[in-house]
């Protein structure tokens, strides 16, 4: 018996009116069909619960090695701006590069801040109690930290250590400069678009399964195209200015990490982590 004259018997015994598909149509329609948003929703609060309970010595860590890692993104970056003629198209093709780094942290489950931004706050809206707000600000301060450490290593790196060649060194310097040369509020509100757009990517993740190397590469080009502002990827950009000796710590600090960590965390955290809990609240 086929599957369709199985269902026409089912149906003339449960008294139903018979599908228009098969039984093995159903199952490739929920086959094909993408997650719904409540379980995309309990994935990422799940990973979120996770990094709650991690010890603070493996976050510690996890982080650090973020922080060395991310520092390709920028360094790729500037190795195809520098093969590339200075062209409206060549600063969208360059921005290509900005994904290296990402896809490195990303895919190893390194511990980025900005991920951490959606993560995290999920579960302290699901269970709002002064536990999972103590756990938000563990793991959010030994992460940043870490993450700033690697940076500033691997910023001082490039700079000291004969590895970049001395036109790649120049690239990187005058991409770094540009990065972090705008005024707080303008770097403060990039901030909150490359942290929306992370957050967006986190959340989206889940569903793209097999490709998502391509979301991670299509989510951190934008972030790069568009001239937003990451505070750990850019960070590395910062130190490395402020090592060649073209700003200090403290203007780096005020003018560009702070603004851009406000505007990450109000990106990922009070638009995005709030928005995405609001469209499951009343189905969870």
């Known amino acids: 018996m086929t599957d369709r004259e199985a269902d026409l018997v089912d149906a003339a015994e449960n008294g139903r009116p018979p599908s228009a598909l098969t039984a093995t149509e159903d199952r490739d329609v929920e086959d094909r069909s993408g997650p719904r948003t409540p379980v995309i929703y309990q994935v990422v609060r799940r990973l979120g619960e996770e990094e709650m309970a ?34 409206s198209w060549g600063r969208l093709v360059s921005a290509l590069g900005y994904a290296v780094g990402f896809e ?7 511990q980025l801040f900005t991920e951490n931004t959606i993560t995290l706050v999920l579960p302290l809206l699901a269970r709002f109690s002064r536990e999972n707000l103590r756990q938000l600000a563990r793991v959010w301060s030994v992460v940043f930290i870490a993450n700033m450490t690697g940076d500033f290593l691997a910023a001082l790196f490039f700079s000291a250590a004969p590895v970049l060649s001395a036109d790649l ?37 889940p569903a793209a399964q097999s490709t998502q190397i391509h979301m991670i590469a299509m989510m951190t080009w934008l972030i790069a195209a568009g001239g937003f502002a990451h505070v750990v990827a850019g960070s590395v950009e910062a130190f490395f200015v402020v090592v060649n000796g073209h700003s200090t710590f403290l203007d780096v600090a005020a003018t560009f990490i702070l603004p851009t960590l406000a505007g990450n965390i109000i990106g990922g955290t009070a638009l995005f982590a709030l928005l995405a809990y609001a469209q499951v609240a009343r189905e969870i």
């Open 169 to 205: 060194h120049a690239a990187m310097l005058a991409q770094s400069v540009e990065a972090v040369g705008a005024a707080w509020p303008t770097t403060l509100v990039k901030g909150v678009a490359a942290g929306y757009l992370m957050a967006a990517m986190v959340w989206l993740l």
């Open 104 to 110: 490195v942290v990303i895919l190893s489950r390194q």
């Open 54 to 87: 991690r010890p603070t010595f493996s976050l510690w860590w996890s982080g650090f090695a973020a922080g060395l890692s991310i520092s390709l993104s920028p360094l790729a970056q500037a190795l195809l701006a520098m093969s590339l003629p200075e062209t």
